[in-house]
Nanobody, 118 residues
Framework: QVQLVESGGGLVQAGGSLRLSCAAS????????MGWFRQAPGKEREFVGR????????YYADSVKGRFTISKDNAKNTVYLQMNSLKPEDTAVYYC???????????WGQGTQVTVSS
């Protein structure tokens, strides 16, 4: 069982930066692939990026590539989403999720709101 709690959301102007954190409980955090997703009002949830269980490789959606960076600190049971050059279209509720390698995301956080003003 893994419990995830996101934090770090807020209101920022376009061009600004935010760093989201996702703190996980459970001793097996280091074995999970961690993903970030977002859902804007009236839209379906979309994939933002993921990082492998070791933290060695990260993958991003084209819409955020070059602007967002995911990192994972297994010692702190925390995964981060650094968001730079934010755009109004990045406004959404951001969720972190955990998956065993090769499996679907099983555990989800409650989400944190990110609002980017123009």
């Amino acid at each position: 069982q893994v419990q995830l709690v996101e934090s770090g959301g807020g209101l920022v102007q376009a061009g600004g930066s935010l760093r989201l954190s996702c703190a996980a409980s459970g001793r097996t955090f280091s074995s999970y692939t961690m993903g970030w997703f977002r859902q804007a009002p009236g839209k379906e949830r979309e994939f933002v990026g993921r990082i492998t269980y070791s933290g060695g490789s990260a993958y991003y959606a084209d819409s955020v590539k070059g602007r967002f960076t995911i990192s994972k600190d297994n010692a702190k049971n925390t995964v981060y989403l650094q968001m730079n050059s934010l755009k109004p279209e990045d406004t959404a509720v951001y969720y972190c999720a955990a998956a065993s390698p090769g499996s679907q995301y099983k555990y989800w956080g409650q989400g944190t709101q990110v609002t980017v003003s123009s």
